[in-house]
């Protein structure tokens, strides 16, 4: 498939098309948002900021690319590939949108995943995250996909302009995600099943409990409906302690879990976990 530039980012100011220039992105109003050298925008004014460096610290997103880049969880990007694929109809333009992409492992492993497939449609990719340092390194990863640090709950993107949104173990936003979708548009979910990483949640904490994935009624109620589900559990095989590290560091278990089940996760030389995944697409009137 064809690969295109986004060109449907809207001004997180006045909401007004935003135009790509040499180093800038400008709206008609004269509000300019500077090309980080890296190839980043920052599109979060501060007035959508609720706190000074919001989303994933520094920390996490290290923690995060070095237990991706390993690859033990390349059976959900994989999975993930597939399922974007199969939403893609033979239109003109699809734009997709990765909300809260962390540090851009799943939506660069989908890039290059869909760039070699048989389609007529060009594709355009935005990465989309809260977290400034998350971005700097997505940034790293492709150099195709346009990577922007602003909020699922304003995302500076024109109206009715985006294809398929993901949400990858991320921060959900359906009022956000409902404004920028086309109608017909989807958004694939990719969230915890029952039984993830039962066996790190058996040490760090002392009652562990069976959740299902979260409830879907509001965006039901938006007038989404539930067009797919898919599951996929696979073991890790033996991990050693850093990895098992990483991953407390990357997931919220890092804020829940007491102290006493922190240290004891983290002193494990090994693990074999499992890992429990639900896909749910959701497609807009
Ligand atoms: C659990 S991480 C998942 C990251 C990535 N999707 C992955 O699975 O590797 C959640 C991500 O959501 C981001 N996030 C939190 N609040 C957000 C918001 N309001 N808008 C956009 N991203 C947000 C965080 O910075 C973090 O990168």
């Known amino acids: 498939m064809n690969i295109i530039k986004a ?7 006045d909401g007004n098309q935003l135009e790509f220039h040499e180093k800038q992105l400008t709206c008609e109003n004269g509000h300019a948002f500077d090309i980080a050298r890296q190839g980043y925008v920052n599109l979060l004014p501060v007035q959508h900021k609720r706190s000074k460096q919001p989303g ?3 920390e996490m997103v290290l923690a995060r690319t070095q237990f991706l880049n390993s690859g033990l969880y390349e059976p959900i990007a994989n999975k993930l590939a597939d399922i974007v694929f199969a939403q893609i109809k033979d239109e003109k333009e699809t734009c997709l949108m990765d909300a809260g992409c962390g540090e851009g ?3 660069d492993f989908v890039f290059n995943a869909l760039k070699d497939k048989e389609g007529s449609s060009d594709l355009s990719f935005i990465g989309l995250d809260i977290s400034k ?3 700097v390194e997505s940034a790293k990863r492709n150099k195709q996909i346009t990577w922007i640090v602003g909020t699922n709950r304003q995302p500076p993107v024109e109206p009715a302009s985006v294809d398929i949104i993901l949400c990858v173990f991320g921060f959900q936003s359906f009022e956000g995600f409902n404004k920028i979708l086309k109608p017909g548009g989807k958004i694939i979910l990719i969230e915890p099943g029952p ?3 039962k066996e790190l949640r058996e040490i760090i904490y002392s009652k562990v409990k069976k959740t299902e994935p979260p409830d879907l009624s509001s965006a039901q109620e938006m007038g989404f409906s539930i067009v797919d589900v898919q599951p996929l559990q696979f073991k890790t095989g033996i991990i050693n302690n850093e990895k098992i590290n990483n991953l407390l560091l990357m ?3 890092l804020y829940r879990a007491t102290k006493a ?3 004891a996760a983290g002193d494990l030389r090994e693990l074999d976990l499992t890992v429990d995944i639900v896909f749910r697409v959701l497609e807009k009137k």
């Open 7 to 13: 060109h449907n980012l809207a001004c997180p100011i």
């Open 56 to 58: 994933d610290s520094k």
């Open 105 to 107: 492992y799943y939506f």
């Open 133 to 135: 340092p998350a971005i």
């Open 195 to 197: 039984d993830h990483l």
């Open 251 to 253: 997931t919220p278990h």
């Open 261 to 263: 089940g922190k240290e």
